[in-house]
């Protein structure tokens, strides 16, 4: 099974994309203008890429009915709330885990940003 989205791998997998694209950076553009204005549009793309992919499979929308299927899982939403470790209930949500699936999509762009950061020395902040 290959994992593509779910709440437990998203923020691990921002901060890793954060942190190698901030140590690439780091060395290849010596302008601190230009570095922050490719880490701003890189940081843009991955964070959309992630919410329209991730909330897609949230909303069990046919088009990434691949992803869940090559991950066991019975629903799009199943592989978000549950990725294959968990239990939860994924077919009857509360409004407070719906709320709380939404804070969640919101720490996106905070782990792409602390992956930036740990690159090292600020040039990517």
């Known amino acids: 099974m290959i994992p593509y989205d779910s709440f437990l791998i998203d923020g ?24 922050k204005k490719t880490v701003w549009w ?24 691949w992803m869940w299927e090559m991950c066991g899982a019975e629903s799009g939403r199943d592989w978000m709330i549950n990725s ?10 509360s409004t407070t885990g719906h709320a709380l699936a939404a804070m969640m999509f919101l720490t996106y ?10 690159a090292g020395d600020g040039k990517c902040e």
């Open 12 to 35: 691990p997998w921002l901060l890793s994309i954060g942190f190698i694209v901030g140590k690439i950076l780091n060395k290849a553009i010596e302008d601190m203008d230009q570095r």
């Open 42 to 65: 890189i940081s843009l793309a991955t964070i959309l890429g992630f919410w329209i992919t991730s909330i897609s499979l949230y909303f069990n929308l046919e088009w990434v009915r």
């Open 84 to 93: 294959g470790v968990f239990n939860f209930d994924h077919e009857n949500v």
């Open 109 to 118: 762009p905070i782990w792409i940003k602390l992956g930036f950061k740990l």
